[in-house]
């Protein structure tokens, strides 16, 4: 039996034969390569049984740099329950691929089957905010900005429950996943290269500031967050003949949030791309922030929780949207106890985060009792 893979995965020894390899399914292929499901052959204590894995395989040299660069960057961040493990990587015939935990759906996917706008928000939708920013939070103390939060790669893996508790494990399974297009934080990104997915990507990201920080993903992926309450998504790329990419991204961010004043400006710096894209579009009543919310079948409790969070994390001042752990923090507050029961519990960075971010050990062991 040729052997393609061998790797632990919680420390049960697994094995991918020539014949399980060429029986491969494919689910899916982007930028940085296509997904497969890959069945293996996995012995504990003696006991053999076959699991299912993702293996992400390179189709040409540019993706197989892509899928290098992203196994450097999530070795570099590490382990992390809300984000992904590289189990094994290897050369296949010149093309690298890398073993991945399979999960079962995209909250795109999930979020299209449960449809907003007849059935309300998603099932533990902050559940689902929070596990995602706290993925992010591991991504930022690391010192990397992911640059492509969105649904599509944020990934979902079913229990064996039903009811409330399986949509309550579905909801804190989330990972998010694509870490090819990721860069350190002291990484100069490559002017007038529009990295991201228009909808949802900082107004830094679009203008290809020079340097980004983990405040661009928290505007992403608190973009993303809203299409889990609203009927549509909060941004809308409008078609304009005569208007650039860029200058249709911020437009769509204008009709929501308001023109830009000059402090809003102060921090980005790329003025030059700016000026070449100064936003025309305008914010009426029917297209605020505040009567779009309007749109969440939400209590008034949670409508005035999510004005007051958006309005803060899709500021156009990166200063003034809270960090990814804050966000967090702030989801995981608005969660029922059964929610916060179905969180794993802190790992020791996070509660070294949670202490500072707490005023305190005690304070932070009472916030965060459930998972602490």
Same mark, same amino acid.
């Given at each position: 039996?040729?052997?393609?893979?061998?790797?632990?995965?919680?420390?049960?020894?697994?094995?991918?034969?020539?014949?399980?390899?060429?029986?491969?399914?494919?689910?899916?292929?982007?930028?940085?390569g296509a997904v497969y499901e890959v069945k293996a052959s996995c012995e504990t204590q003696g006991s053999t049984k076959t699991k299912v894995f993702a293996v992400k395989l390179s189709l040409s040299e540019e993706s197989n740099d892509r899928i290098n660069h992203e196994i450097k960057i999530l070795k570099g961040i590490g382990a992390h329950r809300n984000l992904p493990k590289v189990l094994a990587s290897k050369a296949i015939q010149g093309k690298t691929a890398i073993v991945l935990e399979k999960y079962d759906l995209d909250v795109h996917k999930a979020l299209t089957e449960h449809d907003v706008s007849k059935n309300g928000p998603f099932p533990s939708a902050e559940l689902l905010a929070a596990s995602l920013f706290r993925g992010l939070?591991?991504?930022?103390?690391?010192?990397?900005?992911?640059?492509?939060?969105?649904?599509?790669?944020?990934?979902?893996?079913?229990?064996? *429950? +039903?009811? &409330?508790?399986?949509?309550?494990? @579905?909801?804190?399974?989330?990972?998010?996943?694509?870490?090819?297009? #990721?860069? $350190?934080?002291?990484?100069?990104?490559?002017?007038?290269?529009?990295?991201?997915?228009?909808?949802?990507?900082?107004?830094?990201?679009?203008?290809?500031?020079?340097?980004?920080?983990?405040?661009?993903?928290?505007?992403?992926?608190?973009?993303?967050?809203?299409?889990?309450?609203?009927?549509?998504?909060?941004?809308?790329?409008?078609?304009?003949?005569?208007?650039?990419?860029?200058?249709?991204?911020?437009?769509?961010?204008?009709?929501?949030?308001?023109?830009?004043?000059?402090?809003?400006?102060?921090?980005?710096?790329?003025?030059?791309?700016?000026?070449?894209?100064?936003?025309?579009?305008?914010?009426?009543?029917?297209?605020?922030?505040?009567?779009?919310? *309007? +749109?969440? &079948?939400?209590?008034?409790?949670? @409508?005035?929780?999510?004005?007051?969070?958006?309005?803060?994390?899709? #500021?156009? $001042?990166?200063?003034?949207?809270?960090?990814?752990?804050?966000?967090?923090?702030?989801?995981?507050?608005?969660?029922?106890?059964?929610?916060?029961?179905?969180?794993?519990?802190?790992?020791?960075?996070?509660?070294?985060?949670?202490?500072?971010?707490?005023?305190?050990?005690?304070?932070?062991?009472?916030?965060?009792?459930?998972?602490?």
């Amino acid at each position: 039996m040729d052997l393609i893979f061998s790797f632990e995965d919680e420390g049960t020894q697994c094995k991918i034969s020539r014949t399980q390899w060429d029986d491969k399914e494919e689910l899916g292929r982007g930028g940085s390569g296509a997904v497969y499901e890959v069945k293996a052959s996995c012995e504990t204590q003696g006991s053999t049984k076959t699991k299912v894995f993702a293996v992400k395989l390179s189709l040409s040299e540019e993706s197989n740099d892509r899928i290098n660069h992203e196994i450097k960057i999530l070795k570099g961040i590490g382990a992390h329950r809300n984000l992904p493990k590289v189990l094994a990587s290897k050369a296949i015939q010149g093309k690298t691929a890398i073993v991945l935990e399979k999960y079962d759906l995209d909250v795109h996917k999930a979020l299209t089957e449960h449809d907003v706008s007849k059935n309300g928000p998603f099932p533990s939708a902050e559940l689902l905010a929070a596990s995602l920013f706290r993925g992010l939070s591991r991504v930022s103390r690391r010192g990397y900005c992911n640059r492509d939060v969105k649904l599509e790669n944020v990934l979902l893996k079913r229990g064996g *429950k +039903e009811g &409330k508790q399986a949509q309550r494990d @579905l909801a804190a399974s989330a990972t998010l996943t694509d870490f090819d297009t #990721s860069i $350190k934080v002291e990484e100069k990104q490559i002017r007038g290269q529009v990295v991201g997915s228009p909808g949802s990507m900082s107004p830094e990201q679009a203008l290809s500031s020079i340097r980004i920080t983990s405040k661009s993903d928290v505007f992403a992926a608190s973009a993303n967050v809203a299409r889990l309450i609203l009927p549509s998504r909060l941004f809308k790329l409008e078609q304009g003949e005569d208007d650039t990419y860029v200058k249709r991204i911020l437009n769509s961010y204008v009709t929501v949030l308001g023109q830009w004043d000059e402090e809003d400006l102060s921090e980005l710096e790329e003025i030059t791309l700016l000026k070449k894209n100064i936003p025309d579009a305008q914010m009426t009543d029917q297209t605020c922030l505040t009567a779009r919310l *309007k +749109e969440a &079948k939400v209590s008034e409790e949670k @409508l005035h929780f999510y004005k007051n969070f958006f309005q803060r994390a899709l #500021s156009y $001042k990166p200063s003034s949207r809270p960090s990814p752990f804050q966000a967090f923090k702030e989801f995981f507050n608005e969660l029922t106890e059964e929610e916060k029961g179905a969180m794993a519990k802190l790992d020791d960075e996070e509660k070294q985060e949670a202490v500072q971010e707490c005023g305190g050990e005690a304070e932070a062991k009472k916030f965060f009792q459930t998972i602490y």
